[in-house]
């Protein structure tokens, strides 16, 4: 172990090493999960001449307090130990800041805010989408920002949504899926005409594990249940979205979904993984101002069964509208929308 950095070494950032790679987050998990959700700082490297050898000597470690105060000050961490100690400090705000909020929503802010700095985004639009998928593995979903989990900008405004659903009832049937308008009149989003948005949603719950499976390799085996988000789809009505995602409201006459799933950045194969998930969707704002309708839909897993009692669970759901610019003023439009519009979803028996 190094002490001090020997001359003949160099130290790196993270973001300098090979493919962009921090060390300690290089090992790619299960391909059915995202791991890790979000990346942050964890000190830098020591690498040798040759490039062969590293280590982590004290001088590139961070900084932070000894478990052993009256004896010794201070002590240094690093890795995805320091990584873990800094989400750690932003769930602990985020909850001294919103004391009533859900565990899951802690979850969902911290990686709602996350970005990826620009060499990693540089990789994310040079692959094609069913790339991502590998490189989600390797840096999550970025890295937060405790400025943007805690707050919203006038041009950036988040809506949180905290809410249960009967996943499965007796018998193993699934009754409900809920429907939600989103807080932004079309007419704001037709005045933005051609204006950039980005909207970005992130839907965060927990499951039980079956103490009988592991791993995520079958749908049914390892998770109790799951939630997937849906939104409306470019000319398509409401009729037609509700009849997409639920076979009794289909009439005699219905010929199939109508629109695609354009502009996703990951797409639901790569972003429906695990029991998080988050995509952003970005284009003009005019293209939004029919899509308005967003719907969180349950899935099966082991609590599904024919022998099953009633289950019930909880999740949280973050959605952003932002613009580049911070010459518009979404915040005003959307606070005031918000105090017109029922909290409750509109439940779909299936």
Not at 282 to 302: N, S
């Amino acid at each position: 172990m190094l002490t001090a950095r020997p001359r003949t070494w160099q130290w790196r950032r993270g973001s300098a090493f090979p493919n962009g790679e921090k060390w300690s987050s290089r090992r790619r998990g299960c391909a059915d999960a995202v791991r890790p959700d979000v990346v942050i700082e964890g000190g830098n490297l020591a690498v040798s001449p040759s490039g062969a050898e590293w280590d982590s000597p004290a001088c590139l470690a961070l900084l932070t307090t000894h478990y052993d105060i009256p004896n010794r000050f201070f002590d240094t961490i690093h890795a995805t130990s320091a990584a873990a100690a800094q989400v750690s400090w932003m769930a602990a705000e985020t909850l001294a800041h919103l004391p009533d909020c859900w565990e899951e929503t802690v979850r969902a802010l911290i990686v709602h805010s996350a970005e990826w700095p620009h060499l990693v985004a540089d990789k994310f639009n040079a692959a094609r989408r069913s790339e991502r998928a590998s490189l989600l593995r390797t840096y999550g979903f970025g890295v937060p920002d405790i400025r943007r989990v805690l707050a919203s900008a006038g041009n950036d405004v988040a809506v949180v949504v905290e809410n249960e659903m009967m996943v499965v009832a007796a018998g193993g049937t699934m009754p409900e899926m809920h429907f939600y308008q989103l807080p932004w009149t079309g007419d704001l989003l037709r005045d933005l005409g051609d204006t950039p948005v980005k909207l970005r949603v992130t839907l965060s719950y927990f499951v039980e594990s079956n103490p009988a499976a592991r791993g995520w390799k079958g749908r049914y085996r390892y998770a109790s249940h799951g939630f997937r988000f849906h939104l409306q789809r470019p000319n398509e009505s409401d009729h037609a979205f509700f009849a997409r995602l639920n076979i009794m409201d289909r009439d005699d006459d219905w010929d199939g979904a109508e629109g695609g799933e354009d502009g996703w950045f990951l797409g639901p194969r790569q972003r429906n993984r695990g029991s998080l998930h988050s995509d952003i969707w970005e284009g003009p704002a005019i293209t939004l101002a029919d899509r308005r309708k967003l719907a969180i839909v349950p899935l099966g897993g082991w609590w599904k069964s024919p022998r099953s009692p009633e289950k019930r669970a909880r999740y949280s759901l973050v959605v952003s509208l932002a613009t580049p610019t911070d010459q518009v003023d979404l915040y005003t439009p959307v606070s005031t929308e918000l105090a017109t519009l029922t909290t409750l979803p509109t439940v779909i028996e299936t």
